[in-house]
């Protein structure tokens, strides 16, 4: 646009400067894509490059509005647009270092694109263009509303989404018309299967409940547990066929990256009411300080072999000492060709984390060849990385091909293994998330479930959280005490988030021995090494703590009588 003649020095100075900094950020923007994902410092100075343009760019429009409005014709989508990629900015700024605070200045500046209807107009334009990317838009903010819990908020907007896909449809009459309602059925079943267990308030209202982290949910470290390792690394990695998900995150991966994080703190949301979002006000307060209050994770959907591989390798590298790192892995199993073997490095089989064969329904570790297919994980494609203290859960129908990894390297080892059956009357709602997952996420939650208890009144679920704390507690005191238990335990057992996933997998290991529904060791899960059967698995006083649980929640009769069978000393 030429301004020539038109503009005075002042106003020519200003249209000028803002046109650089819009060209600049739109640069350095589109450059993110070609940033490694793996690694930490190759990115962080570009983000902070990014980051600086955009703080400039976003404060120079609030300055120069009257300018900017009436000399070079700025529109309100322009505006909506730069807080809609500051807003990715902050959210893949979260996925990089697994701040949740990140998720809150994101959130600041979707809910201001909202609020201030900033898109108002696009179905005005002639082209799709700006429609689509509202559309982008919304998408992207239900992601963050999910992460944050803001369930009120996430219906309204699929409520909005839904409507707009219909505005759009009808105005332009796109050719991705069905891409976007596939978008729409995602969002829907995965909001839907989400929701296992309804906690409502005394009015019926439904009471949302986050699951991260926090001062009171974190399970009690005895006096005389030692500090060895904290963990530093994660990778979450998810495939499973059936199981819904939403913007390249299954159920089981939303719910395990919720469980290793702290809650974020509220502060950073009440701004968007009164005063514009400001774009970098903490990144660099918080971005380099040397202890994180989240360990850093990568989210990896449908990974191939090698990306796998690539990630597993840079997450070592990264790895300082007295570090942990901790691969999760939710994916379909693949059966080997051997039941008898000394080998248990590939002839067990393992899990596949990519399907070439598009279309197929993975065989749940039945289908013919699948050895055959390079995307598959075995037990030793993970042994170069037990250099290092290696923290790993399986969830799969093929867990226990992880069951027997050797002492190669002298270094910590757990694993926690998923039991690879469930009961029918459970085995169509593999949509809805693994059970394993489940307990490891909320075991509360995860009790109820296999109950088959759908609503429960707030009260009833603190007098039954209170009830699973004091079984933490408990068992946290035997892990301490315990003669018999490998040393790679009490190695990872100082950490927070290790000693939660530990003592949840106790828990869950006594809930479903004890629940008569669960039959026979394939439906229990296992750990590696071994934890000590009398001196924690099957503790009489953690098997009271389960039995008076059921016994509040008036489901006793599904649960093994004291001396009944073998079950109960």
């Not at 006594?510 to 934890?531: A, C, D, E, T, W």
Request: charged residues 25%; aromatic residues 12%.
């Amino acid at each position: 646009m030429s301004v020539d003649g038109i503009l005075d020095e002042n106003e020519r100075k200003v249209v000028n400067e803002f046109c650089h900094l819009l060209e600049k950020s739109k640069q350095l923007f589109n450059g993110l894509r070609d940033l490694p994902q793996y690694g930490h410092k190759q990115w962080q100075s570009y983000f902070g490059r990014t980051f600086d343009v955009y703080t400039k760019l976003w404060k120079f429009q609030q300055q120069h509005r009257q300018i900017l409005d009436t000399k070079y014709g700025l529109k309100r989508w322009q505006i909506g647009e730069v807080a809609s990629k500051i807003g990715q900015l902050y959210y893949h700024y979260y996925l990089r270092t697994s701040e949740t605070n990140y998720l809150s200045e994101s959130f600041s500046f979707y809910s201001a694109i909202r609020m201030r209807a900033y898109y108002s107009k696009a179905t005005k334009e002639d082209r799709p263009d700006l429609m689509v990317k509202k559309l982008r838009y919304y998408a992207r903010f239900i992601v963050v509303c999910l992460l944050l819990k803001k369930m009120k908020l996430v219906r309204d907007l699929v409520r909005e989404l839904a409507k707009q896909i219909d505005d759009y449809t009808s105005t332009y009459e796109p050719e991705d018309q069905m891409e976007w309602n596939l978008v729409l059925g995602e969002i829907k079943a995965f909001i839907e299967a989400d929701n296992i267990i309804n906690v409502v308030d005394v009015d019926s209202t439904t009471i949302v409940l986050s699951h991260r982290l926090t001062p009171l949910n974190t399970p009690p470290a005895d006096k005389g547990a030692p500090v060895y390792l904290s963990l530093q690394e994660i990778l979450i990695v998810g495939n499973c066929h059936e199981q819904v998900k939403f913007s390249e995150l299954t159920l089981d991966m939303f719910r395990m990256l919720q469980t290793l994080e702290r809650e974020p703190q509220e502060d950073l949301t009440t701004q968007i009411y009164d005063v514009s979002p400001a774009p970098g006000r903490q990144l660099f307060e918080n971005g380099d300080r040397t202890r994180r209050d989240n360990p850093h994770k990568y989210l990896l959907y449908k990974p191939t072999y090698g990306q796998l591989n690539t990630f597993l390798a840079s997450a070592f590298k990264e790895l300082p000492p007295n570090g942990a790192m901790l691969l999760y892995i939710s994916a379909d199993g693949c059966l080997g060709n051997a039941k008898h073997t000394d080998d248990a490095a590939y002839d067990l089989g393992g899990v596949v984390t990519n399907s070439r064969r598009e279309g197929e329904t993975p065989s749940k570790g039945k289908r013919p060849g699948v050895l055959k297919e390079m995307h598959s994980l075995h037990p030793g494609d993970l042994y170069p990385y037990t250099r290092k203290p290696l923290f790993l859960i399986v969830d799969s129908d093929n867990s226990s091909a992880f069951q027997n990894f050797p002492t190669l390297f002298g270094q910590p080892l757990v694993c926690l293994l998923s039991p690879e059956q469930v009961p029918t009357t459970m085995q169509d709602q593999h949509q809805k998330g693994n059970l394993f997952t489940l307990f490891l996420h909320s075991p509360l939650m995860a009790f109820c479930y296999v109950c088959n208890i759908i609503d429960i009144p707030i009260t009833l679920w603190d007098k039954c959280q209170t009830q699973i704390d004091k079984f933490m507690a408990e068992a946290s005191k035997l892990f301490v005490r315990a003669r018999k238990l490998d040393h790679s335990y009490m190695q990872f057992f100082g950490d927070d988030f290790l000693r939660l996933l530990l003592l949840r997998f106790v828990f869950c290991y006594i809930v479903l021995i004890l629940h008569r529904g669960f039959k026979g060791p394939s439906y229990y899960p296992v750990s590696h090494p071994s934890l000590p059967t009398d001196e924690i698995l099957e503790h009489p006083s953690l098997y009271k703590i389960v039995l008076d649980l059921a016994s509040i929640l008036e489901v006793r009769g599904l649960f093994a009588e004291p001396g009944e069978g073998d079950i109960i000393a």
